[in-house]
């Protein structure tokens, strides 16, 4: 049940987003990266500031070894998950593209942007 306007699109129940767990999702024929970190909310375009690939090694894998950084599958870049900085790799410096959202009443909605 989606109950969001038409301008935004419902992603998923804020609650279901967990430390850790970063979930990918579909939106408007393109992918989103859902995450909690230090108890708040991010969502990030799925896509390398380095060449634009997406970052999962698997659908919906998306954390190094240590499991405190995203890292790209392509060429291995580091993502702070708390701001999407590019830490480590060719696009150090660089971020992940944050996409504006909301939570309504307890779901994730993608905002038209
Ligand atoms: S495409 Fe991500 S590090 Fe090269």
Known sequence: MNDASPKEVGLCD????LEGAPQRHECRGTSVIVLRAEGALHVYANRCPHR???LD??????LDPA????QCATHGALFRPDTGECIAGPCRGQALAAAPFAVRD????????
């Not at 307890?106 to 942007?113: M, N, Q």
């Open 14 to 17: 804020a609650s279901s987003v």
């Open 67 to 70: 499991g405190k950084h995203l």
């Open 52 to 54: 634009g690939t997406e």
């Open 106 to 113: 307890g779901r994730v909605v993608l905002e038209a942007g």
């Open 57 to 62: 090694w698997l659908p919906g894998r998306f």
